[in-house]
């Protein structure tokens, strides 16, 4: 019987993306026990490899996004790359790419013709603003599409401009949504015994506007335009970050009454619950700044971790807003196993996310660190293809390997 290394186990995904979206859904895939074979330009290598941040010459992005992945260097904008990739995409179930749309096609590797060659692969695309509409043709990166998401305009504060995101949030997003789609697909084709794959694609910027239903439909309803708020304005009161005693900082928010009624209790004002400014949310938020102002002079009376413990005994929703240091020290992240040590080649080991999510019967794993640059070029070419060693070498000589 095969090792099941998580729920995707026996499935081939070939991952020919570069920096973090697409890159990011094939190492979900990974992490569930697909085999992932990154397809890298010779000489270069997925542009992530250059990213910071740094340690001397080591970048340590690269651990973390590329563990559970082989690398073959193949340059399938050549005649002879086209045939390996052609044939290396006999053997797979998903193919995920994010070059600008049209950019396959016009190395005659678009799905119609690679399909040829294997009619049950499932490809899928993402892109800065989809594979249809007048922008397709944009170049297309995470924080930009951010802005043109409409979350940037909601970040920071109203007396100043708005806050990009400090990380990549939407390319992240977007690689969620593209391990979603492959997994969906693959169980379509499973479940009705479908002989043919499809076209799974998305932009950038959309994952991030289908999780913001609420400014959609507040717009379209009351013509209302949310503008910046570094709290959840208009959703919860009090709801927030809040100052304690000992100068650190907690978020604290009460998103139903009951929660609410929590948060009264253990503040001994009881006399909120029938006072017809704060009894629920909808009166609270009319007199959302007094709400706040009560709730941030109680908490200013307690050290951080006082008042946490105090809060969490009383089920009111609450955290200390934490540093990576702090989460590093929590017995939490260490019970989840959310931070775990690979091997390195050369620093000899790093910390890197644990994988998520968690599954009884068949868990995921970290298998293996992520690859030097065609590494497995010998084990897939050769050994896979049938390649022998010397053309493999005159391939490499020529630069399509």
Same mark, same amino acid.
């Given at each position: 019987?095969?090792?099941?290394?998580?729920?995707?186990?026996?499935?081939?995904?070939?991952?020919?993306?570069?920096?973090?979206?697409?890159?990011?859904?094939?190492?979900?895939?990974?992490?569930?026990?697909?085999?992932?074979?990154?397809?890298?330009?010779?000489?270069?290598?997925?542009?992530?490899?250059?990213?910071?941040?740094?340690?001397?010459?080591?970048?340590?992005?690269?651990?973390?996004?590329?563990?559970?992945?082989?690398?073959?260097?193949?340059?399938?904008?050549?005649?002879?790359?086209?045939?390996?990739?052609?044939?290396?995409?006999?053997?797979?179930?998903?193919?995920?790419?994010?070059?600008?749309?049209?950019?396959?096609?016009?190395?005659?590797?678009?799905?119609?013709?690679?399909?040829?060659?294997?009619?049950?692969?499932?490809?899928?695309?993402?892109?800065?603003?989809?594979?249809?509409?007048?922008?397709?043709?944009?170049?297309?990166?995470?924080?930009?599409?951010?802005?043109?998401?409409?979350?940037?305009?909601?970040? !920071?504060?109203?007396?100043?401009?708005?806050?990009?995101?400090?990380?990549?949030?939407?390319?992240?997003?977007?690689?969620?949504?593209?391990?979603?789609?492959?997994?969906?697909?693959?169980?379509?084709?499973?479940?009705?015994?479908?002989?043919?794959?499809?076209?799974?694609?998305?932009?950038?910027?959309?994952?991030?506007?289908?999780?913001?239903?609420?400014?959609?439909?507040?717009?379209?309803?009351?013509?209302?335009?949310?503008?910046?708020?570094?709290?959840?304005? !208009?959703?919860?009161?009090?709801? !927030?970050?809040?100052?304690?005693?000992?100068?650190?900082?907690?978020?604290?928010?009460?998103?139903?009454?009951?929660?609410?009624?929590?948060?009264?209790?253990?503040?001994?004002?009881?006399?909120?619950?029938?006072?017809?400014?704060?009894?629920?949310?909808?009166?609270?938020?009319?007199?959302?700044?007094?709400?706040?102002?009560?709730?941030?002079?109680?908490?200013?009376?307690?050290?951080?971790?006082?008042?946490?413990?105090?809060?969490?005994?009383?089920?009111?929703?609450?955290?200390?807003?934490?540093?990576?240091?702090?989460?590093?020290?929590?017995?939490?992240?260490?019970?989840?196993?959310?931070?775990?040590?690979?091997?390195?080649?050369?620093?000899?080991?790093?910390?890197?996310?644990?994988?998520?999510?968690?599954?009884?019967?068949?868990?995921?794993?970290?298998?293996?660190?992520?690859?030097?640059? !065609?590494?497995?070029?010998?084990?897939?070419?050769?050994?896979?293809?049938?390649?022998?060693?010397?053309?493999?070498?005159?391939?490499?000589?020529?630069?399509?390997?």
């Amino acid at each position: 019987m095969k090792q099941n290394n998580g729920p995707l186990t026996g499935t081939r995904v070939l991952d020919v993306s570069t920096m973090i979206a697409a890159p990011f859904g094939a190492s979900l895939l990974g992490d569930l026990g697909a085999e992932i074979i990154k397809i890298e330009l010779p000489g270069k290598g997925d542009t992530l490899r250059n990213v910071g941040p740094w340690n001397g010459n080591e970048t340590l992005r690269w651990p973390g996004m590329s563990r559970n992945k082989k690398s073959v260097t193949l340059d399938i904008r050549s005649e002879e790359g086209k045939q390996l990739f052609k044939r290396l995409t006999e053997t797979a179930d998903v193919l995920i790419e994010n070059f600008r749309p049209g950019t396959l096609e016009k190395w005659s590797l678009g799905y119609d013709e690679l399909k040829k060659a294997n009619p049950k692969l499932i490809m899928v695309r993402v892109s800065g603003y989809g594979q249809t509409g007048p922008y397709r043709n944009k170049a297309g990166f995470g924080t930009p599409a951010t802005a043109f998401s409409g979350y940037t305009y909601l970040q !920071g504060y109203k007396d100043r401009p708005p806050v990009t995101p400090s990380f990549s949030l939407l390319d992240y997003l977007a690689g969620i949504f593209a391990a979603f789609a492959a997994v969906s697909a693959l169980f379509y084709q499973e479940k009705n015994h479908d002989p043919e794959g499809q076209v799974a694609e998305l932009g950038l910027y959309e994952p991030m506007i289908r999780m913001m239903e609420f400014l959609i439909a507040e717009y379209d309803q009351i013509g209302y335009i949310r503008g910046r708020s570094p709290g959840l304005e !208009g959703h919860s009161s009090p709801a !927030g970050t809040f100052e304690t005693k000992d100068g650190k900082y907690v978020v604290l928010v009460t998103s139903t009454d009951s929660t609410f009624a929590r948060l009264a209790e253990v503040m001994g004002r009881e006399d909120m619950l029938t006072d017809p400014r704060y009894c629920t949310n909808s009166v609270r938020l009319a007199h959302d700044p007094d709400m706040e102002k009560i709730v941030a002079d109680w908490i200013r009376k307690f050290d951080q971790k006082a008042l946490v413990d105090l809060l969490d005994s009383h089920g009111v929703p609450v955290s200390p807003i934490y540093s990576i240091e702090d989460i590093f020290r929590d017995p939490q992240y260490l019970a989840r196993e959310n931070i775990v040590e690979v091997e390195h080649p050369r620093l000899g080991k790093i910390k890197v996310p644990g994988v998520v999510p968690k599954f009884s019967k068949t868990p995921g794993a970290v298998r293996h660190r992520a690859p030097e640059l !065609g590494e497995h070029n010998e084990e897939i070419f050769t050994g896979e293809l049938g390649l022998p060693r010397e053309t493999l070498k005159a391939l490499h000589q020529k630069g399509v390997i």
